[in-house]
């Protein structure tokens, strides 16, 4: 898989070893929440959970596929799934 060039698709995504990251910054607190409830609903629909690490209203996410060791299709498909809920709620 080309990570780098599937990169280019998701631009507020980065590398880090196995990993996709991102941070979010949301307007408020609430919507912080509100954010990681849409993609908890989401992930769990697609059996693919992020990991998500939330400070005040920034949300930082980390996606790897663990059961195949690296990166895969299913943490890209996630990615732009997170982008379009982050950005629905102004983040």
Same mark, same amino acid.
């Given at each position: 898989?080309?990570? #780098?060039?599937? &990169?280019?698709?998701?631009?507020?995504?980065? +590398?880090?070893?196995?990993?996709?990251?991102?941070?979010?910054?949301?307007?408020?607190?609430?919507?912080?929440? +509100?954010?990681?409830?849409?993609? *908890?609903?989401? *992930?769990?629909? &697609?059996?693919?959970?992020?990991?998500?690490?939330?400070?005040?209203?920034?949300?930082? &996410?980390?996606?790897?596929?663990?059961?195949?060791?690296? &990166?895969? #299709?299913?943490?890209?498909?996630?990615?732009?799934?997170?982008?379009?809920?982050?950005?629905?709620?102004?983040?």
């Amino acid at each position: 898989m080309d990570v #780098e060039s599937k &990169l280019k698709d998701l631009p507020a995504w980065r +590398r880090e070893g196995d990993e996709i990251r991102r941070s979010v910054n949301a307007p408020d607190f609430p919507t912080a929440i +509100r954010i990681v409830d849409e993609i *908890a609903v989401r *992930a769990e629909e &697609l059996d693919h959970h992020p990991d998500i690490d939330i400070r005040w209203r920034t949300l930082h &996410l980390a996606l790897t596929t663990h059961d195949q060791g690296g &990166l895969t #299709e299913r943490d890209f498909t996630l990615a732009a799934i997170i982008d379009d809920i982050a950005a629905r709620h102004g983040a």
